[in-house]
Antibody, heavy 121, light 106 residues
Framework: EVQLLESGGGLVQPGGSLRLSCAAS????????MSWFRQTPGKGLEWVSS????????YYADSVRGRLTISRDNSRNTLYLQLNSLRAEDTALYYC??????????????WGQGTLVTVSS | EIVMTQSPATLSVSPGERATLSCRAS??????LAWYQQKPGQAPRLLIY???TRATGIPARFSGSGSGTEFTLSISSLQSEDFAVYYC?????????FGGGAKVEI
């Protein structure tokens, strides 16, 4: 069974940092692009960042470019999102999801259950 | 950035009836459109990709159509488990963008 399990969320002060992880199982992780999304409670979905299967290609939403960094460790079947210079507007439930292919923009299936990031003093 | 607009925002339907949801793109996305279902407290679930191809395990009552800028998700006979929020997503260009969602309620 394909599974994605996020971790690393929590309460952090404005300007602080956090690293999210997404542990993948049940498929050949190194052959799929992966992405992070976020959702504010009661609001819609927002794409945050994507990374190609090998890690060479990374893509970011304008709202997070320069503050968030996506990476992956294919030997550990794990996707990461480093969040720096956090703002109140970064407060959200963060999901990781598997892309349908190795690199180009794609649809996503499955999604993890999410990890909550709260930025507040 | 391609803006995705869904309508209506809320659709009230009785079980057994047909539901039709619309998604419009601000510029052509060809057939590079997906639909997701999200229930309260759950992650999004892929329903449709390529505008009209059902994902694995999705019942035949779900169908997608359209290309270019106009897309439709239809649910032929609503079951109790279909009451949820539905999102469209374009993957023709970066940045990936979603519609604002459409809630299907009883």
């Amino acid at each position: 069974e394909v599974q994605l399990l996020e971790s690393g969320g929590g309460l952090v002060q404005p300007g602080g940092s956090l690293r999210l992880s997404c542990a993948a199982s049940g498929f050949t992780f190194s052959t799929y692009a992966m992405s992070w999304f976020r959702q504010t409670p009661g609001k819609g979905l927002e794409w945050v960042s994507s990374i190609s299967s090998g890690g060479a290609g990374t893509y970011y939403a304008d709202s997070v470019r320069g503050r968030l960094t996506i990476s992956r460790d294919n030997s550990r079947n794990t996707l990461y999102l480093q969040l720096n210079s956090l703002r109140a507007e970064d407060t959200a439930l963060y999901y990781c999801a598997r892309a349908a292919g190795a690199a180009r923009p794609n649809w996503f299936d499955p999604w993890g259950q999410g990890t909550l990031v709260t930025v507040s003093s | 950035e391609i803006v995705m607009t869904q309508s209506p925002a809320t659709l009230s339907v009785s079980p057994g009836e047909r539901a039709t949801l619309s998604c419009r793109a601000s510029q052509s996305v060809s057939s590079n459109l997906a639909w997701y279902q999200q229930k309260p407290g759950q992650a999004p679930r892929l329903l449709i990709y390529g505008a009209s191809t059902r994902a694995t395990g999705i019942p035949a009552r779900f169908s997608g159509s359209g290309s270019g800028t106009e897309f439709t998700l239809s649910i032929s006979s609503l079951q109790s488990e279909d009451f949820a929020v539905y999102y469209c997503q374009q993957y023709n260009n970066w940045p990936l963008t979603f519609g604002g969602g459409a809630k299907v309620e009883i």
